[in-house]
């Protein structure tokens, strides 16, 4: 069974950068799509940014088009979120999420990290 771990969540000022990490358990993760997704409170959650397990197509919105930067190292098991400019409206709390199926749901999920950017 896969779990992931998420770290690197902190209180930045804005125009800070961070770097989130995502570690994961089990054999199987350079078979799994990687994603991070946020929440915001009171807002529904928000994809963030995908990476498939050749770490091609990598698809991100574009509220963090060219400040946010996904890659993974699957000899590590690790994907990574390297955020930078950070705005007071990129304050969430930030999950990583893996799936086998690029088509279905992801099925492993995170406990969360908290980035918190102030103004």
């Known amino acids: 069974q896969v779990q992931l771990v998420e770290s690197g969540g902190g209180l930045v000022q804005a125009g800070d950068s961070l770097r989130l990490s995502c570690a994961a358990s089990g054999r199987t993760f350079s078979r799994l799509e990687m994603g991070w997704f946020r929440q915001a409170p009171g807002k529904e959650r928000e994809f963030v940014a995908r990476?498939?397990?050749?770490?091609?197509?990598?698809v991100s919105p574009e509220s963090v088009k060219g400040r946010f930067t996904i890659s993974r190292d699957n000899a590590k098991n690790t994907v990574y979120l390297q955020m930078n400019s950070l705005k007071s409206e990129d304050t969430a709390v930030y999950y990583c999420?893996?799936?086998?199926?690029?088509?279905?749901?992801?099925?492993?999920w995170g406990q969360g990290t908290q980035v918190t950017v102030s103004s």
């Open positions: 990476i498939r397990w050749s770490g091609e197509n990598i």
């Open positions: 999420a893996g799936r086998f199926k690029v088509f279905g749901p992801y099925d492993y």
